[in-house]
């Protein structure tokens, strides 16, 4: 699925848990937002990764072990920026 497809499809789920739940809303949907669009591990994620793999030069067994180290890499970047924003008190967390 691509980026674009699955923050359409998860963002509203997350703000009706979020209401539901009684958590604050805009963290959630940040983390959400920033975590579509940090998706490097298969060729259909975003159009840069289908242009690089449309080429041929670059087996998806690379894509793959490359992608599967920049997601993790990009999940502790937002886990801590969210985290960073929890403890300074911004936007309501």
């Known amino acids: 699925m691509s980026n674009t497809a699955c ?11 979020g209401q539901t739940f009684h958590l604050p809303v805009g963290p959630l949907v940040i983390g959400t937002t920033l975590g579509t669009s940090m998706a490097f591990l298969f060729p259909v994620s975003t159009p840069p990764n289908a242009i690089v793999f449309g ?12 992608g599967i180290v920049a997601d993790f ?5 937002i886990t ?5 924003m929890h ?3 911004w936007m309501g967390l």
Do not use: F, K, Q
């Not at 923050?7 to 848990?17: C, E, M, Q, S, V």
């Not at 080429?55 to 490359?66: E, F, I, N, S, Y």
């Not at 890499?73 to 970047?77: A, E, G, N, T, V």
């Open 7 to 17: 923050a359409n499809l998860l963002i509203p789920l997350i703000i009706t848990l």
């Open 80 to 84: 801590g920026g969210l985290t960073l």
């Open 55 to 66: 080429t041929g030069h670059l087996p998806l067994r690379d894509m793959v072990r490359t």
């Open 87 to 89: 403890r300074w008190g």
């Open 73 to 77: 890499l990009s999940l502790s970047i």
